[in-house]
T-cell receptor, first 110, second 110 residues
Framework: AQSVTQPDIHITVSEGASLELRCNYSYGATPYLFWYVQSPGQGLQLLLK??????LVQGIKGFEAEFKRSQSSFNLRKPSVHWSDAAEYFC????????FGAGTRLTVKP | NAGVTQTPKFQVLKTGQSMTLQCAQDMNHEYMSWYRQDPGMGLRLIHY???????DQGEVPNGYNVSRSTTEDFPLRLLSAAPSQTSVYFCASIRGSEAFFGQGTRLTVV
């Protein structure tokens, strides 16, 4: 069965510092992988997605993620975090029956 | 286009009551899903549909029913509400494996 693990429940970084959020997945075939962001009281917004091809994918708001099949990982990165990036981030895998990780809450220190 | 519309936004139910959460999309997507979001657990798939007349169970289907009589609508029914069903419910409409989410329904069962 497909599943997603986000090992970090909560991460705090300083504004301007780099960010990496971890995601590991379990999936029987070539996975479709996603990162979503959720601001408080809001729905989810797609940051980026990987279907095939180049393993480094670029998303909105300066985010990128790298698919590593050998490690079953799809980590999200940003070189310089802004205060507005504080939110909860969800990794997801699958197709029509998409499964989500438990989320990582990002706090940004001034 | 409105995208994905969920109603109501907030609801309080008494234990044992039934109700229907409404979800409508105007993007003509075949695939739709219902998720519940609970703290520390991310989004868990309740039911999904790959087209009108076709539905299937997700990770946590017990206590919920769905039907899909039209492409646009995918209502979620709580048959006999329980406090364990207190949650935020999200409906998603899916195209090309990208999920478009509604704004959510916050349900409290007392």
């Amino acid at each position: 069965a497909q599943s997603v693990t986000q090992p970090d429940i909560h991460i705090t970084v300083s504004e301007g510092a780099s960010l990496e959020l971890r995601c590991n997945y379990s999936y029987g075939a070539t996975p479709y992988l996603f990162w979503y962001v959720q601001s408080p009281g809001q729905g989810l917004q797609l940051l980026l997605k990987y279907f095939s091809g180049d393993t480094l994918v670029q998303g909105i708001k300066g985010f990128e993620a790298e698919f590593k099949r050998s490690q079953s990982s799809f980590n999200l990165r940003k070189p310089s975090v802004h205060w507005s990036d504080a939110a909860e981030y969800f990794c997801a895998v699958g197709n029509n029956d998409m499964r989500f990780g438990a989320g990582t809450r990002l706090t940004v220190k001034p | 286009n409105a995208g994905v519309t969920q109603t109501p936004k907030f609801q309080v139910l008494k234990t044992g009551q039934s109700m229907t959460l409404q979800c409508a999309q105007d993007m003509n997507h075949e695939y739709m899903s219902w998720y519940r979001q609970d703290p520390g657990m991310g989004l868990r798939l309740i039911h999904y549909s790959v087209g009108a007349g076709i539905t299937d169970q997700g990770e946590v289907p017990n206590g919920y029913n769905v039907s899909r009589s039209t492409t646009e609508d995918f209502p979620l029914r709580l048959l006999s509400a329980a406090p364990s069903q207190t949650s935020v419910y999200f409906c998603a409409s899916i195209r090309g494996s990208e999920a478009f989410f509604g704004q959510g329904t916050r349900l409290t069962v007392v």
